[in-house]
């Protein structure tokens, strides 16, 4: 398999990384899989991987740009794998964790 290009945001040396996870993701699954499915997977995974990570500073700028994309999406609430990208918790759950009450 030779890689020609990799998407925005993808490294050369992270693609190769990036096509090795998703094929032994689906060696792992052990089935059949059909190529809208393995789209969809590389579309993933490669969304994932070109994302904005916790350890990234951002200014407001940047932010509200971010959080704009975020609302035109179909499911703004997870990422492709369905991991929560949003989360929500009250007053009294923040104070909590900081053991103020």
């Known amino acids: 398999v030779a890689i020609q290009a ?3 945001g993808i ?6 990384k990036l096509l090795f996870e998703i094929l032994d993701g689906i060696a792992r699954e052990n089935q059949s899989i059909s ?6 997977k590389i579309a993933a995974s490669t969304a994932c991987h ?3 990570k916790v350890t990234t500073p951002l200014d407001t700028k940047k932010m509200e740009w971010l959080l704009g994309e975020l609302a035109r999406t179909e499911y703004p609430m997870s ?5 929560p ?17």
């Open 6 to 8: 990799a998407p925005a």
């Open 35 to 40: 190529i809208d499915t393995l789209q969809s």
């Open 79 to 83: 990422c492709p794998h369905g991991r």
């Open 50 to 52: 070109a994302a904005i």
């Open 85 to 101: 990208v949003v989360l929500r918790y009250s007053v009294r759950e923040i104070e909590r964790a900081f053991k103020r009450i």
């Open 11 to 16: 490294a050369g040396g992270d693609a190769e």
